[in-house]
């Protein structure tokens, strides 16, 4: 008898426990506690990718490659609080083969660089298939500086000169002996010294050299100091022959050095290759799209670091691409697209 008692009433106290703590939370509340949830689980992996490293490969320490890999990398760390940093090289040919190699994560390279690496010419044995492209970004500009007193004016000038044609395997050696092919000078015809940029430019005020070829966005930093303590002389190229050129490396593009450049009165004619920003085929489409995502989100940031991220754009991230595009970007410029 006693413990048929005892059960309604510990039943009833029970249910009435229930019914207290059902009163105290609403549907309303509960519905708020699982979308935060669920927003903090989405922000995470928003900030968040797949890989643990990106080390990006430049350049000189000097150059663009290195002043905007930098600012780039910088913004991968703010944003997704990944262990990036930049690596110092000789540039677009070193940059394609280090990243084949697994070496680094994403490089920066000449569009006439990668176009080699992808057909397997010239620098490269066969093709290379393992590398894909995020964005197209700002020109690379030929700069063929000398002296005023030198006499030279034009590319045709330098048959028979010592010339400084970029650190051997760069960007600016390739296309340097490209466009003296292109005007019949071979290097056999001009004495070739492999210099950097701050190396050519150190050769130029010492006198070792005549001229030398930089190409780079602008302005080149090197170039800027170069021209406080010496009488430069920019090189001409002739565009009605660029052109010529251009019909078998389409690559190249017409270009002028604005007047007031580096001291220059007039625009210099020469030409320009458009740079290239490359990862892994490896890398995962979620790290491509945030990568790509991440970089034109933070424009502002790049063009502060260096005038020449100013040529990057949105609106022309793909117009040129020489390598397959990651999935990753696609998604991104296609959403973009689409708005």
């Known amino acids: 008898m006693l413990k048929s008692l005892k059960s309604p009433l510990l039943l009833s106290a029970m249910l009435s426990a229930t019914l207290g703590l059902t009163a105290c939370s609403s549907p309303s509340s509960e519905s708020t506690d699982s979308t935060a949830t669920d927003s903090a689980a989405t922000d995470t992996a928003a900030d968040k990718l797949d890989t643990k490293f990106l080390t990006i490969a430049t350049g000189g320490a000097s150059g663009p490659y290195n002043i905007i890999g930098t600012s780039l990398s910088e913004v991968y760390v703010k944003t997704f609080g990944v262990n990036s940093k930049t690596q110092t090289t000789g540039a677009s040919v070193e940059n394609v083969n280090l990243l084949t190699q ?203 670091a260096h005038q020449a991220a100013n040529d990057i754009s949105l609106a022309t991230a793909r117009e040129g691409m020489v390598a397959p595009i990651h999935p990753g970007a696609k998604k991104y410029y296609d959403e973009q697209a689409a708005k």
């Open 102 to 304: 697994g070496k680094v994560d994403m490089v920066l390279a000449l569009s006439d660089v990668v176009t080699d690496a992808v057909e397997g010419k010239n620098n490269f044995d066969k093709p290379i298939t393992n590398i894909q492209q995020i964005a197209v970004l700002y020109p690379n500009v030929v700069q063929i500086v000398t002296t005023k007193k030198s006499g030279i004016k034009n590319i045709e000038d330098l048959r028979g000169k010592r010339i400084a044609v970029g650190d051997q395997g760069s960007g600016t050696e390739v296309n340097a002996r490209t466009l003296l092919e292109g005007f019949g000078i071979t290097y056999d015809d001009v004495t070739v010294d492999y210099l950097g940029f701050s190396e050519a430019a150190d050769g130029m005020k010492a006198g070792k050299i005549e001229a030398a070829f930089f190409s780079s966005g602008l302005p080149n930093s090197s170039l800027m100091e170069l021209e406080q303590g010496l009488d430069l002389q920019l090189i001409t190229i002739n565009q009605d022959k660029l052109k010529e050129i251009i019909a078998t490396k389409p690559y190249f593009k017409t270009f002028e050095i604005p007047a007031g450049t580096y001291g220059n009165d007039a625009a210099i004619p020469t030409a320009a290759i458009m740079n290239a920003l490359l990862v892994s085929s490896e890398l995962s489409e979620a790290d491509g799209y945030k990568l790509t995502k991440a970089l034109f989100d933070n424009l502002d940031g790049l063009k502060t």
